[in-house]
């Protein structure tokens, strides 16, 4: 196919040309209803593509001329069987790969830190989890990918497992070993689906690692808009094989995309396609080398520590993508918290993510020399600063951590109902320490690592606890509860 075409975004371009009178949704009317000073600001151009699915234009729900082109064209790029754009993110894709793969009360094996997402998709779908625990790195405190050999134990151990789904790569960059697990998981002849969010620019740059596509996933997710140039909410769904049932997956898509889906957004990702697989290669060698010199520039200053290459092989590291800096700023003596704060009070940088040890700061096609400078000079100038916190005085957060084993996770508890029904349940609010026996209905994870070790079904344990008031006197953050400070927590009415 030509790789140049961007058959979808000149179908908008032809309808603007042609200067059809508009009395079809959106009601702005490409823009002459719109308020102005956002109009001005927007620009026409956006307006004027801002339209509906119609003859000539195509519908996403239903493709038959252009989409179905731009779908395919993309479908060639990632060497995928059929390729499907999403306007709700990759937590769409998340849900629509669990809606086509798993019945009510099907196993599927999932890691335990994956995003929030996966968590719709099991509530949705009804499924039974299997969680896995990932390779936790007490050095870095970080947790990485799930190893080949964790999905083999797993399938061992359950035999009736439908499916594995793997998250490849994690926040911090970090790739899992795509290709054996491939062939573990399709030898016990189940099905292989890929979170890979984070990777959807792997497919188009050797040095970067293998691509869910290229490792032959039945199903994966990219978020085109995080890593390339689409607009937010921007992602694709890419399928392989005969393993799916394409008319289920198709059913599922219809159902939960827009019947007024973002033309501007969707065109944006016929667009990125384009980029990718015309220019691709140059645009990433550029960015590759501006994120390694740049990791090598901060890792020269004193207290500062960015991974790279010298981790590879470590449990859960199978490889690397090096247009992500993971920034470890406890040698500095701030957390990665108050690094970020500082970083955008006094340098006016915003980085992706700050964890209690680490700031992530992405590199993409559209990151500049001159921005890649300001963040090296910047941390420059941190560590020339008087230390602001002792992290490593008795009563300090990191010391707390430290003493007690820091990332010794708990065992996973036992699952007492499905996410689903816990979910739906009736819940009530008790107090945490008095839980004890009851049966968790919202999600509980210290951060970081990030890692649930309550997920809505589990029955709360006496360690679990215990483990869960240390972690929150050491000053550690806990994502997902009703409660911030971990008080009352939801459990499901008896
Ligand atoms: C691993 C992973 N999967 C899925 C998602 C959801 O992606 P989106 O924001 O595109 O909906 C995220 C978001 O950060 C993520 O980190």
């Not at 339209?51 to 996403?60: C, F, Q, V, Y």
């Not at 491939?182 to 689906?193: F, P, Q």
């Not at 016929?270 to 990718?276: F, G, S």
């Not at 999600?443 to 344990?461: C, D, F």
Request: with cysteine; hydrophobic share 40%.
């Amino acid at each position: 196919m030509d790789q140049t075409k961007t058959p979808y975004f000149q179908a908008l371009l032809d309808y603007v040309d042609s200067g059809v009178i508009p009395f079809h949704t959106p009601g702005h009317m490409q823009g002459i209803g719109m308020e102005r000073s956002f109009r001005e600001f927007v620009g026409d151009n956006i307006c004027a593509i801002d339209l509906t699915p119609m003859p000539g234009i195509d519908d996403l729900l239903q493709p038959t001329e252009s989409i179905r082109e731009a779908q395919e064209l993309a479908a060639e790029a990632y060497g995928a069987d059929r390729t499907f754009f999403l306007i709700n993110g990759s937590t769409s894709g998340n849900q629509c790969m669990m809606m086509t793969a798993i019945n009510p009360g099907d196993k599927i094996a999932v890691p335990r830190n994956s995003h929030k997402s996966m968590l719709g998709g099991l509530v949705m779908s009804g499924a039974h989890p299997i969680y896995m625990q990932p390779a936790v790195d007490q050095e870095m405190h970080m947790d990485h990918c799930v190893t080949p050999d964790t999905i083999a134990r797993t399938l061992d151990e359950h035999p009736d497992i439908k499916a594995v789904y793997v998250v490849s790569p994690t926040y911090y960059g970090v790739a899992a070993d795509l290709q054996a697990i491939e062939r573990i998981v399709h030898d016990a002849g189940k099905l292989l689906l890929v979170d890979e969010a984070w990777g959807p620019h792997f497919q188009f740059h050797p040095a970067l690692p293998i691509s869910a596509t290229q490792a032959r996933a039945d199903m994966c997710i990219n978020s085109t808009h995080k890593m390339l140039s689409a607009f937010s909410q921007c992602a694709m769904l890419h399928q392989i094989g005969d393993r799916v049932r394409v008319d289920r997956l198709k059913s599922v898509l219809k159902m939960f995309l827009s019947t007024s889906p973002n033309l501007p957004m969707v065109a944006s990702l016929d667009v990125a396609r384009m980029q990718m697989a015309t220019n691709g290669a140059a645009l990433l060698s550029r960015t590759i080398d501006l994120a390694q010199e740049t990791r090598r520039r901060l890792n020269r200053i004193a207290g500062i520590y960015c991974f790279g290459e010298e981790i590879r092989g470590r449990h859960g590291v199978f490889n690397l993508d090096p247009t992500k800096i993971t920034v470890a700023v406890k040698g500095l003596g701030y957390t990665g918290y108050e690094a970020s704060e500082i970083l955008r009070r006094r340098y006016n940088i915003q980085v992706e993510l700050a964890d209690l040890f680490n700031v992530v700061a992405l590199f993409t096609i559209g990151t500049t020399s001159d921005a890649a400078d300001r963040f090296v000079a910047a941390f420059e100038e941190l560590a020339r600063d008087e230390r602001p916190v002792d992290l490593y005085a008795p009563s300090g957060v990191l010391q707390q951590r430290l003493k007690k084993g820091s990332y010794r996770l708990p065992e996973i508890p036992p699952m007492r109902m499905l996410p689903r029904d816990a979910f739906l349940a009736q819940t009530e609010f008790v107090k945490f320490r008095e839980s004890k026996g009851r049966i968790c209905a919202e999600t509980i994870s210290p951060y970081p690592p990030g890692i649930p070790v309550l997920s809505p079904g589990e029955e709360i344990t006496d360690g679990l606890i215990d483990y869960l008031r240390l972690e929150m006197k050491a000053g550690t953050r806990i994502q997902g509860p009703y409660d911030d400070e971990l008080k009352i927590i939801r459990v499901v009415k008896e």
